[in-house]
T-cell receptor, first 116, second 118 residues
């Protein structure tokens, strides 16, 4: 099983450039999320989606766009990269369930992004 | 106010000893879930254990157990018989709003860096 796949694993951008971080999952999960991890800050939620065509903002959405055209894919777009967006980015997916079991989030391997 | 508080930035523990990692949470939602994740130096996030707000018993998964004290809003992770491979960052996280399927992602604490010494 591939699980959650993120590409690329590493990226260096110049200030002002745009790029898309890709995330795909093959578990038919309804929920998908993007997080960023900065030193000493833990993971913070950027955007999330509860199903195809539905997205919403998390704690730190500024400078990022998302869309969810299919269940499998949830790309994260940086419109105009800034040094403050240097971080490690994680994509995650999980089931939607009223049963409180089986709701763990499965994480991708992460993308280390540096903006210079 | 922080929703998830982990008060131990770092811990040193002797191999084979038991370890307790502290986590307190803050929510007014009656339906929530608490998670612990391990992040080794390689960077991946590894799910360890889950506790639902309505679960009557403390969760256990192998050497991991969760000491859930609902009235105190604490969800401490206990690792029994620690091993060198347990050295990693450990994150406590919460998802609010299971009722109606309203999950909006996880809120993480800042983590505890656990180092197991031989």
């Amino acid at each position: 099983n591939a699980g959650v796949t993120q590409t690329p694993k590493f990226q260096v951008l110049k200030t002002g450039q745009s790029m898309t971080l890709q995330c795909a999952q093959d578990m038919n999960h309804e929920y998908m999320s993007w997080y960023r991890q900065d030193p000493g800050m833990g993971l913070r939620l950027i955007h999330y989606s509860v199903g195809a065509g539905i997205t919403d903002q998390g704690e730190v959405p500024n400078g990022y766009n998302v869309s969810r055209s299919t269940t499998e894919d949830f790309p994260l777009r940086l419109l105009s990269a800034a040094p403050s967006q240097t971080s490690v980015y994680f994509c995650a997916s999980s089931y939607s369930s009223l049963d409180t079991k089986n709701t763990e989030a499965f994480f991708g391997q992460g993308t280390r992004l540096t903006v210079v | 106010a922080q929703k998830i508080t982990q008060t131990q930035p770092g811990m040193f523990v002797q191999e084979k000893e038991a370890v307790t990692l502290d986590c307190t949470y803050d929510t007014s939602d009656p339906s929530y879930g608490l998670f612990w994740y391990k992040q080794p130096s390689s960077g991946e996030m590894i799910f360890l254990i889950y506790q639902g707000s309505y679960d009557q018993q403390n969760a256990t998964e192998g050497r991991y157990s969760l000491n859930f004290q609902k009235a105190r809003k604490s969800a401490n992770l206990v690792i029994s018989a620690s091993q060198l491979g347990d050295s990693a960052m450990y994150f406590c996280a919460m998802r609010e709003g299971f009722s109606g399927g309203g999950a909006d992602g996880l809120t993480f604490g800042k983590g505890t860096h656990l180092i197991i010494q031989p």
